[in-house]
């Protein structure tokens, strides 16, 4: 688009990740990208499989995505399990909506790895770096941020996630109209 000839607008959403931290500590980065566009699509599969980024990908990384790049660059190159997911969660997205896609994108069927929505506990950290609740908490319960499912580690499991998306959907559909 040419600024000059039009109005240009230019608006900046934020991009969520999910970490998922097991006992250990080992620690999976699920970052909801937005929709898929071609030119990053290819970008992001490198991070993913920990390949070396061009130059000019790491121009287009640090122009599009400014305040992000550094940390998945670093991710990346220490062989951190990262996963871009071509689905945004939006500022005004409630609880539900977010579980709902967690559940929908992280969950591994043929390993009967499984986040439903209503097993959740989400936390998110504040500007000072303090893990906070999101959502409901039950006092005399003792709350710590663990999660214990196991790791994706093999490619081939990569293929299954990919395949597993629509089947997640159909589960995800019963399970809110059987509850």
Known sequence: MD???????????????IVYTKRQNEKMYFIFIGEKNKSYSNIFTKLEQ????????????????????????????????????????????????????????LSIPNNNIYFYPNNLQLWFKNNKNNLNILGYTYEDIKNEPIINVTKITKNSDLI??????????????NYNNFY
């Open 50 to 105: 920990f390949k070396d980024l061009l130059k000019t990908d790491i121009n287009i990384l640090e122009t599009v995505f400014e305040n992000y790049f550094k940390t998945w660059m670093k991710l990346s190159n220490n062989k951190i399990y990262i996963k871009f997911i071509y689905n945004r969660i939006k500022k005004d997205d409630n609880i539900i909506e977010i579980k709902d896609k967690i559940f929908l994108y």
């Open 160 to 173: 299954k996630y990919k395949k597993n998306l629509e089947k997640n959907k159909i589960i995800l559909n």
């Open 3 to 17: 600024c000059k000839k039009s109005c240009c607008v230019y608006i900046k959403t934020n991009i969520y990740t």
